[in-house]
């Protein structure tokens, strides 16, 4: 019996597509909006080491698996995960014609990974469950819910559409190998504690330097939009909490939110958008 609960019809497959959004990323690409574009782009300048630390940690147990399928998956994961952390490098870089001091805030993310790398095994592999958790909800909400990104631009709303659908795909490549190598479902929980924390405290603080440097860090205009967009209507954080919460439950598992259908549906989309060679691609 495989050990892999990726479903039927869900292929962990990296896909070779480049986004060039250098010119969106001089403006606010979000609907000419401060604090949407900023939460985006907050998010992005966490991705290249973090998703370095998830091939990372995956890599540490990859030699104790001995599933053909879920050893495939881990393939599919590593790749996919590599190709996420060079675009949004790209991505990053390009946030510097700007003006934004992305090098600080480099060091400030880099320094908290560096932490994480030095921990146990098993603290670095259910730190990774953690994260992956966060962005498969993020991922799923963002493809549920596409009038989140309405008002941005064409190449972005495509470049955040594929890492959710490659987010989905993979969501549970990560736990299959913690339940299957560790399995220690208190640690598994309390170090879903301190992601929680690290993931909301890193995400304030990029979207904190961001604002300064467009001159919004006092907006109170700015920041009552945002806590509405978060909070409020639509909601992006209010939304998503009960699914954040879940995987404190015992019986957790990344597939008990069975949306291969939303999986699909726009896996064709960004294909039928691939193809003809639309924008960002």
């Known amino acids: 019996m495989s050990v892999s609960s990726t479903p039927e019809g869900v292929s962990v497959s990296p896909r070779h597509i480049h986004f060039d959004v250098s010119e969106d990323l001089k403006s606010f690409w979000h609907g000419n909006n401060a604090f949407r574009t900023a939460f985006f782009n907050a998010l992005s300048l966490q991705f290249p080491d973090g998703e370095?630390?998830?091939?990372?940690?995956?890599?540490?147990?990859r030699d104790r698996i001995d599933d053909p399928k879920l050893k495939q998956e881990i393939r599919g994961f590593i790749g996919q995960e590599a190709l996420h952390s060079r675009e949004h490098k790209s991505y990053n870089e390009a946030l510097k014609a700007r003006g934004y001091?992305?090098?600080a805030i480099d060091r400030r993310f880099r320094k908290h990974m560096e932490w994480v790398?030095?921990?146990p095994p098993?603290?670095?592999?259910?730190?990774?469950?953690g994260a992956?958790?966060?962005?498969?909800v993020l991922a799923n909400a963002i493809l549920k819910n596409p009038e989140w990104m309405d008002g941005a631009t064409?190449?972005?709303?495509?470049l955040w559409r594929w890492h959710a659908i490659e987010e989905t795909e993979h969501k549970s490549v990560?736990?299959?190998?913690?339940?299957?190598?560790?399995g220690n479902e208190t640690l598994r929980r309390v170090v879903f504690l301190f992601v929680t924390w690290n993931f909301f405290k890193y995400t304030f603080l990029n979207t904190c330097s961001l604002l300064r440097t467009d001159g919004k860090l006092w907006s109170l205009r700015t920041?009552?939009?945002g806590l509405n967009f978060l909070w409020g209507r639509p909601g992006v954080i209010r939304r998503c909490l009960p699914e954040f919460l879940a995987y404190l439950r015992r019986d957790f598992h990344p597939w008990q939110q069975d949306n291969r259908d939303l999986l699909r549906r726009n896996l064709k989309e960004l294909e039928a958008t691939a193809g003809s060679g639309g924008p960002g691609c």
């Open 101 to 103: 001091d992305i090098e």
């Open 132 to 136: 992956e958790h966060y962005t498969a």
């Open 117 to 119: 790398a030095k921990l």
């Open 154 to 158: 064409p190449a972005m709303k495509q």
């Open 223 to 225: 920041w009552l939009g």
């Open 122 to 129: 098993s603290r670095q592999l259910a730190g990774t469950c």
């Open 52 to 61: 370095q630390q998830f091939i990372n940690a995956v890599r540490l147990y």
């Open 174 to 182: 990560a736990f299959d190998v913690y339940r299957a190598c560790v």
